[in-house]
């Protein structure tokens, strides 16, 4: 099958220190990849090794068939969107929109028309961007990338500049904006919830690796190693090979087999209108966040988890 | 508001008390231009205009200056984009800003020590044999076409170009070049649209300090330069301090004539970096 990018064998070291191991993905033809990981996971290494911005140690980046891996970042057709919008001051928000396509060969008075129209922009053509918010502004990158038609799209955190209220609204906005563009994406961001919206699929990278790329159901039923299930949130390790989901942790003894533990308080907030407590199990020495519910705020309590209810981690191919 | 403004005032007073200096300088030389004992004339600016010497000193200052200033703004930008990661260190910063410190007087008598003809380049050559004795060497200082004020200028005002540039390049995104890079942009794309108009300003203003200050200095152009062609700032005090009372309007006249080219330069100039899109640029619309 011809993916649109194919990303074989990518390996990057600085120095001693491995940032990319092997990584291998593809991404078919208008479909988006979120990557979330921890914050110096590499993950904007990735991003800049794919646009061309830094060579791999080895490995190969096939776009569309073609092995663009040595080539320059303006020799290879993939768009960057960065986490500043990094507009040009001194050109107005038409101006910029007009410049990716000029860079590409593309420029056209309708294509930047429709562009700013979809970016719902036209009124502020003729602004520079120290004239508008930095949500308009990043939805400038955005179209001014967009006009650069490139084969494959790479946001890298795009909104983390932004404040919580503008970053929700725009996630929405940006996730129809490329669906209707039909663009080719990979998202890159550390917050999960903004992988799931933005992704058809999502890779957990962590040590240089997807530790886990699937859809958003199937990384939370089925997270494949501790650290997969303790970077999701929704899952209680017991061990290297075991887990229980927290819905289905319990505050009271259960009739059928059991094991229990004690959790202690360590504080507490509101999720989702929810109480909302964070506990420290001493014997796993673990952390979880569930909802307080009818626990009420004791300083220290038992959890029991029904063995039924207990998982194994099981990589993808061995799943039945 | 109020209280801002009074504010803003008390704040100009050292410059305003300062500036009082040249304004009386101007508005004396104004006023000894256009009046003599018989009143109010034009005299003095006609019989100016009529002088072959003051349009050849005037040419030979134009050109000398602009090629001065030239060279300095392109051996100075050429430097800061090489090496301005290596001059953002200490030393190497302090080595290259060392010139400044040393008024222009002494480097004009440092050229004289290495490139005249009995200085200690020419003796050198001579001594090694590259040429056949000191006469044989280029002449560099005191020459009609004022080699030696644009070698001591362009060597003095190098670092000052570097000092201007550098924390302009420091303050350039490095990330806006990935941005031209991933939009297609080749290597003079990313100088176009990230570096020139970040550096427009700072050389405009760079080239019109250089420029005024060559073409109204006296000392370098009184110690390396021939007496004729002579530069205007040595022509005007010449006239000032010659012997003749008829000819000391004519310095006046000599330089409200350069002062009211530079303030046109100057006004020319704010005008063009005050454009809205040049206020954009530096994010104060």
Redesign the interface.
């Known amino acids: 099958m011809n993916y649109s990018l194919d990303v074989i064998n990518l390996y990057k070291k600085f120095g001693e220190k491995k940032i990319l191991q092997n990584l291998q993905f593809q991404l078919g033809q208008g479909k988006s990849l979120s990557i979330v990981g921890p914050s110096g996971s590499g993950k904007t290494t990735l991003l800049?090794i794919l646009?061309?911005?830094e060579s791999p140690t080895h490995g190969t980046i096939m776009l569309n068939g073609k092995n663009v891996t040595h080539h320059?970042?303006?020799k290879r057709?993939?768009?960057?969107v960065?986490q500043?919008p990094?507009l040009?001051?001194?050109m107005t928000v038409k101006e910029n929109i007009d410049?990716?396509a000029k860079?590409?060969g593309q420029s056209s008075k309708s294509k930047t028309a429709d562009l700013l129209r979809a970016i719902s922009l036209n009124d502020y053509a003729d602004r520079?961007?120290?004239?508008i918010s930095g949500g308009q502004q990043q939805r400038v990158a955005l179209a001014?990338?967009i006009a650069?038609e490139p084969e494959v799209l790479l946001l890298d955190e795009p909104f983390s500049s932004l404040d919580v209220q503008l970053r929700e609204e725009l996630r929405y906005w940006v996730k129809d904006f490329l669906s209707q563009q039909q663009t080719t994406t990979i998202f890159v961001t550390h917050d999960l919830e903004e992988a799931m919206l933005m992704g058809d699929h999502i890779a957990i990278f962590h040590e240089g690796i997807f530790q886990q790329l699937d859809d958003a159901d199937e990384i939370h039923k089925h997270p494949v190693n501790p650290f997969v299930a303790r970077f999701l949130k929704s899952h209680l390790v017991i061990d290297d090979h075991q887990y229980i989901p927290i819905q289905s942790i319990r505050s009271r003894k259960p009739e059928g087999e059991h094991r229990s533990y004690t959790a202690k308080l360590l504080h507490w907030t509101y999720t989702l209108g929810q109480k909302t407590g964070h506990f420290y199990i001493e014997e796993l020495h673990e952390t979880i966040t569930m909802p307080i519910g009818t626990i009420g705020l004791k300083e220290k309590f038992s959890i029991y988890l029904p063995l039924e209810k207990i998982q194994f981690f099981q990589e993808a191919g061995n799943r039945k | 508001m109020k209280s801002y403004s009074s504010k803003l005032w008390i704040h100009l007073t050292p410059a305003l008390l300062f500036l009082i200096l040249p304004f009386f300088g101007i508005i004396t030389a104004v006023r000894h231009s256009i009046f003599a004992d018989e009143g109010f004339t034009l005299n003095f600016y006609q019989e100016l205009f009529q002088s072959d010497r003051f349009f050849s000193s005037l040419a030979f200052s134009i050109r000398t200056s602009i090629i001065a200033t030239a060279l300095a703004i392109m051996i100075g930008l050429i430097l800061v984009r090489l090496f301005h990661p290596y001059l953002a260190k200490l030393s190497p910063r302090i080595s290259v800003w060392l010139p400044m410190l040393f008024p222009h007087f002494v480097w004009g008598y440092l050229v004289i020590l290495l490139l005249a003809e009995s200085g200690l380049f020419a003796q050198v050559l001579s001594a090694i044999g590259w040429i056949d004795g000191t006469n044989h060497f280029p002449i560099l200082t005191r020459d009609p076409y004022g080699f030696g004020i644009i070698i001591t200028y362009v060597w003095k005002e190098v670092p000052f170009v570097i000092l201007m540039l550098l924390p302009v390049y420091a303050a350039i995104?490095t990330?806006?070049y990935?941005?031209?890079?991933?939009?297609?942009?080749?290597r003079w794309?990313q100088f176009k649209?990230?570096e020139w108009?970040h550096i427009q300003p700072t050389l405009i203003e760079t080239c019109l300090i250089i420029f005024s200050f060559t073409l109204t200095a006296y000392e370098v152009p009184a110690l390396i330069g021939t007496t004729y062609p002579e530069m205007v700032s040595v022509l005007s005090y010449q006239w000032f301090y010659g012997g003749s009372w008829d000819e000391r309007p004519l310095a006046f006249v000599v330089m409200v004539c350069v002062s009211i080219v530079i303030f046109m330069i100057a006004l020319t100039s704010y005008l063009y970096l005050n454009r809205?899109?040049?206020r954009?640029?530096r994010?104060?619309?």
């Open positions: 800049r646009a061309g911005l320059k970042p303006n057709n993939i768009g960057l960065f500043q990094l040009f001051p001194h410049y990716g860079m590409a520079f961007p120290a004239e001014r990338a650069s | 995104p990330t806006s990935d941005v031209v890079k991933t939009l297609g942009g080749n794309d649209t990230v108009p809205r899109r040049m954009a640029m994010g104060r619309l």
